[in-house]
């Protein structure tokens, strides 16, 4: 049984997640670039006045002072210009191009082994015959409990965009996916009526206490952009999800066969 599972999850997590990448590659990618190229002016303005301040502060110095304060001038230069570094980019990140894009891959085929595994599990306790429909409701039953439910609270969001405390906006996704995960649960096999009205309470609750906000919303992207990402984001997260469960489904059916 375990040999069945981790085999199912690692056949569908290495597909669905190599084509979660081809639809971001040519979807979600793109908007990210661009929001990055706003990122990017907006830190350079301070840059730019910085700088601007500085050569008129030079311009009336004493002459014969230049040199010194011409010194002084490019060692804050090449501090700031390090600084901004370390501000843009928060420590190592791949390079753009290949480097970047397997680094893309092998995040997405991680996480979608580990949900994979989740949903072969799942299906095994269940302990009932599935085939890649049965898969396909799965999928998009997750797609539900662990995109949708968390997105409406919060929602995709763009480089530049202010955002709240991660530990804060962690914990509020954990508990929205699995109050949504129990109250479908409820909802599909739960009998008594009482069941159906706690179903419908968890499902409520984490929108009604409020996902984690920003002091200060903010963002450097046009909105029209901001929503083209989330709609572009939404739908890559539904091929993803409707194709790891259809094929979590089918190879679950097919490795029972086999033993």
């Known amino acids: 049984?375990?040999?069945r599972i981790v085999a199912t999850a690692a056949g569908a997590g290495i597909v669905a997640g190599l084509l979660l990448t081809g639809v971001q590659h040519l979807q979600v990618t793109p908007?990210?670039?661009t929001a990055e190229t706003y990122e990017a002016a907006a830190q350079a303005a301070p840059a730019a006045a910085q700088a601007h301040e500085h050569a008129d502060e030079h311009e009336h110095a004493h002459e014969h002072e230049h040199a010194g304060a011409q010194e002084h001038e490019q060692a804050a230069a090449s501090a700031h210009e390090h600084g901004g570094e370390e501000h843009r980019h928060g420590g190592w990140e791949p390079a753009p191009g290949g480097e970047r894009l397997f680094y893309t891959i092998l995040a997405n085929i991680s996480m979608a082994v580990g949900y994979a595994l989740l949903l072969a599990a799942a299906l095994t306790l269940r302990g009932k015959p599935v085939d890649w429909r049965g898969g396909l409701l799965w999928g998009g039953a997750a797609y539900l409990v662990f995109f949708v439910a968390p997105a409406l609270g919060l929602p995709?969001?763009?480089?530049?965009?202010?955002?709240?405390?991660v530990v804060a906006r962690?914990?509020?996704?954990?508990?929205?996916?699995?109050?949504?995960?129990?109250?479908l649960a409820l909802l599909a096999w739960g009998r008594h009526w009482g069941l159906k009205v706690a179903a419908l309470a968890l499902v409520v609750t984490p929108h009604l206490v409020g996902a984690p906000q920003p002091a200060v919303h903010g963002a450097v992207a046009?909105?029209?952009l901001a929503r083209e990402f989330i709609v572009a984001s939404?739908?890559?997260?539904a091929a993803f999800w409707l194709a790891l469960g259809a094929l979590t489904g089918w190879l679950h059916a097919r490795l029972d066969r086999t033993n």
């Not at 995709?156 to 405390?165: I, K």
């Not at 996704?173 to 109050?179: L, N, S």
């Not at 939404?234 to 997260?237: G, K, S, T």
Request: glycine content about 6%; overall charge negative; charged content about 10%.
């Open 31 to 33: 908007l990210i670039r």
């Open 222 to 224: 046009p909105a029209a």
């Open 156 to 165: 995709p969001e763009l480089p530049g965009t202010e955002a709240a405390p």
């Open 170 to 183: 962690q914990s509020w996704w954990i508990a929205t996916a699995g109050a949504t995960a129990a109250a």
């Open 1 to 3: 049984m375990f040999n």
């Open 234 to 237: 939404a739908v890559a997260n």
